[in-house]
Nanobody
Framework: QVQLVESGGGLVQAGGSLRLSCAAS????????MGWLRQAPGKEREFVAG????????YYADSVKGRFTISRDNAKNTVYLQMNSLKSEDTAVYYC?????????????????WGQGTQVTVSS
């Protein structure tokens, strides 16, 4: 099992940037497919970005392609989400998630372990 703790959320103006971090416990971080998902008020949780165990493959929702970048540092047990050109519709609680069952691939919201989430608010 892995425990995930997100940080880096906050309030930013439209067009601005934020960098989210997710620190994972345990020694087997590199054995997890990692992802970022988000949930806006009144909406279902949705996939934002994913990254393979090695970090060589990344996946993005169409709504964030070209603006967000997911990366990971397996030596630091950390996954990141760099968010640029933020829009008001990016406002949501962002969750870090881990999936031990697959090495790579886009599985949408199919993750087994979740962090508590961090709030991102984009003002227009």
């Amino acid at each position: 099992q892995v425990q995930l703790v997100e940080s880096g959320g906050g309030l930013v103006q439209a067009g601005g940037s934020l960098r989210l971090s997710c620190a994972a416990s345990g020694r087997t971080f590199s054995s997890y497919l990692m992802g970022w998902l988000r949930q806006a008020p009144g909406k279902e949780r949705e996939f934002v970005a994913g990254i393979s165990r090695s970090g060589s493959s990344t996946y993005y929702a169409d709504s964030v392609k070209g603006r967000f970048t997911i990366s990971r540092d397996n030596a630091k047990n950390t996954v990141y989400l760099q968010m640029n050109s933020l829009k008001s519709e990016d406002t949501a609680v962002y969750y870090c998630a881990a999936n031990p069952r697959y090495a790579l691939g886009d599985y949408g919201t199919n993750y087994d372990y979740w962090g508590q989430g961090t709030q991102v608010t984009v003002s227009s």
